[in-house]
C-alpha cells in the first residue's frame, strides 16, 4: 500500500482529479478531451495535468466513463 508523506499534495491527487473530471462532466455529460483537461487544469493548476491521464484511466477501469478514439469525446456514464 502506499502511504502519503509530507510532500503529498492532495489537491493533486488521482482522486482529486477524478472528482474535477467527474464535476465537468456532470455540467455536460458529453466533452471533449481538450475541454476536461482545461477545466481540470484551471481548478487544480498546470501540475494537474501529469496526473490527468492517470484519472481518466481510473474512472474508466471502475466504468464511470468512456472514451470515443474517433471523435476524441469523454462521456459520463449512467449507473
Known sequence: MIFPDKYTD????????????????????????GEVEEFAVSKLGLKSKIVFLYALGFLYILGKISYSKDTDVIKLLDE
Open 10 to 33: 492532495f489537491n493533486l491527487s488521482l482522486l482529486s482529479v477524478g472528482g474535477v473530471i467527474l464535476k465537468s462532466l456532470e455540467n455536460c455529460h458529453v466533452q471533449k478531451y
